[in-house]
């Protein structure tokens, strides 16, 4: 009796092409509430091999989340190829001041070769999950001077970062002299959180965001108050 075996891997970024030919079209997903749909293309860069692709939209604790729709939700990319997800909101209105956060899933699955059908094998399914937010309408883009809101302080030998913003902003390459931090952190929107201990004569931390297109904003340096 041959068996299949079926590995997954998730990765929380775009699928890599090098790892079975198939990638996303994008890094993240902006959905404006006044859309009524919006896409993610996905491409078979392989000229051989075809690929089962099966998508859904999940909430931040990994639960599908049945309030999107995503069209198709399961379908074989043929090699050389690529397909537009359609991907359509139809839950209850969602808060008006501040971005939503939700997760794209994209799951490949490989074609099994004939010539292996009747033998013990195992296949690779590769899983990417990249952030969608869902962005009120009247929020304008996001750019680097909404990341010149944030506001840090010294408290308790840790340093506390305040996001007045509506927006969920990730944080990447920050730096305090003689202290050691995370090196990237998403802030939900109008919140704030501890980042770690830094040295108590520490007095600006300098950083960088990740704007709508994935792309890192300009470095920044902001006062650190005690």
């Known amino acids: 009796m041959k068996k299949t075996l079926i590995f997954l891997i998730t990765f929380l970024f775009p699928l890599l092409s090098y790892s079975n030919g198939v ?9 404006h509430s006044n859309i009524k749909q919006t896409t993610l293309v996905v491409t078979n860069s392989d000229k051989e091999n075809n690929f089962l692709i099966q998508s ?20 074989i990319l043929d090699a050389n190829k690529e397909n537009a997800l359609r991907i359509m909101y139809v839950g ?11 997760w794209m899933n994209v799951k490949v699955i490989p074609s ?28 304008p883009d996001y750019n680097e001077k909404f990341s010149n ?6 408290q308790n030998d840790e ?20 202290s050691q931090l995370p090196s990237s952190i998403m ?5 704030q959180l501890t980042l770690g201990k830094i040295h108590r004569d520490a007095n600006t931390i300098s950083f960088q965001t ?17």
């Open 159 to 178: 340093l506390i970062v305040n996001n007045p913003t509506p927006y969920y902003i990730t944080m990447v390459n920050l730096a305090v002299t003689g």
């Open 210 to 226: 990740i704007n709508d297109y994935g792309a890192q904003t300009p470095v920044l340096k902001k006062e650190i108050t005690h």
């Open 56 to 75: 859904w939209v999940s909430d931040n604790q990994g639960n599908k989340n049945n309030d999107f729709i995503v069209t198709p939700p399961l379908y």
């Open 92 to 102: 209850a209105p969602l808060p008006k001041d501040r971005e939503s956060l939700f």
């Open 187 to 191: 802030l939900n929107p109008l919140s």
């Open 112 to 139: 099994l070769e004939d010539k292996l059908a009747k033998e013990n094998t195992m296949q690779i399914a590769i899983q990417s999950r990249i952030k969608l937010f869902y962005r009120p309408s009247h929020l």
């Open 23 to 31: 990638s996303l079209g994008a890094t993240r997903i902006v959905y």
């Open 149 to 154: 809101e944030l506001k840090f302080s010294y």
